[in-house]
């Protein structure tokens, strides 16, 4: 079992940066693909970043160039970097694991076993 919790979250002007971090307990996180999805108001969740067991990343179209997922195997987390963040970038952020999910279903949500409560975004314009 893999326990996840969300951090970073908070309010900010657009063009600011936010750094999120997901803390895992219970296993390795440098074990698993994981993922950061979002969801806002009203809208589907929906993928953010991953990163692979391989150090792999990758980004939604318009996450690339301004966001950056990392891994920090010494304190057993995974960090979601936003640069230049938007009024569209407003949602509550998700981390979450999987185990053995391969390439083609890095973006399916339904892949992933462990989900963190999520924290919350907002960018004001």
């Known amino acids: 079992q893999v326990h996840l919790v969300e951090s970073g979250g908070g309010s900010v002007q657009t063009g600011d940066s936010l750094r999120l971090s997901c803390a895992a307990s219970?296993?390795?996180?440098?074990?698993?693909?994981v993922a950061w999805f979002r969801q806002a108001p009203g809208k589907e969740r929906e993928f953010v970043a991953v990163i692979r067991r391989t150090g792999h990343t990758y980004y939604r179209e318009s996450a690339k160039g301004r966001f950056t997922i990392s891994r920090a195997n010494a304190k057993n987390t995974v960090d979601l970097e936003m640069n230049s963040l938007k009024p569209e970038d407003t949602a509550v952020y998700y981390c979450a694991a999987g185990a053995g999910i391969i390439l083609s279903s890095i973006y399916d949500s339904d892949k992933y076993d462990y989900w963190g409560q999520g924290t919350q975004v907002t960018v004001s314009s």
């Open positions: 219970g296993r390795t996180l440098s074990n698993y693909v």
